[in-house]
Nanobody
Framework: QVQLVESGGGLVQAGGSLRLSCAASGGTFSNYYMGWFRQAPGKEREFVARIRWSGSNTYYKDSLKGRFTISKDNANNTVYLQMNSLKPEDTAVYYC????????????WGQGTQVTVSS
């Protein structure tokens, strides 16, 4: 069973940076996309970025390009989300998710990590 565990969230001032980590286990991830999503209070969950485990192809929410970077460490089965120039509107619970490249929906989710950006 695939398990995803996020870490790295916290409180940061506007303009600061955070790096989130997602440790993946329980599967062979070469045929997976790993994604980051976020959900702000009172809003729907939204896509942030994804990376293909094999080949490192990446895709981002347009408005986050240039500030957020998704990457991975194959040896440690870990996916990262580097977030720079953070804004108060980036405040949300950030979730790691995984799906096969042949699937459209993400069946595997982590528990989430809170990111709070103060003004």
């Amino acid at each position: 069973q695939v398990q995803l565990v996020e870490s790295g969230g916290g409180l940061v001032q506007a303009g600061g940076s955070l790096r989130l980590s997602c440790a993946a286990s329980g599967g062979t991830f070469s045929n997976y996309y790993m994604g980051w999503f976020r959900q702000a209070p009172g809003k729907e969950r939204e896509f942030v970025a994804r990376i293909r485990w094999s080949g490192s192809n990446t895709y981002y929410k347009d408005s986050l390009k240039g500030r957020f970077t998704i990457s991975k460490d194959n040896a440690n089965n870990t996916v990262y989300l580097q977030m720079n120039s953070l804004k108060p509107e980036d405040t949300a619970v950030y979730y790691c998710a995984a799906r096969l490249t042949t699937q459209f929906a993400y069946p595997y989710w982590g528990q989430g990590t809170q990111v709070t950006v103060s003004s």
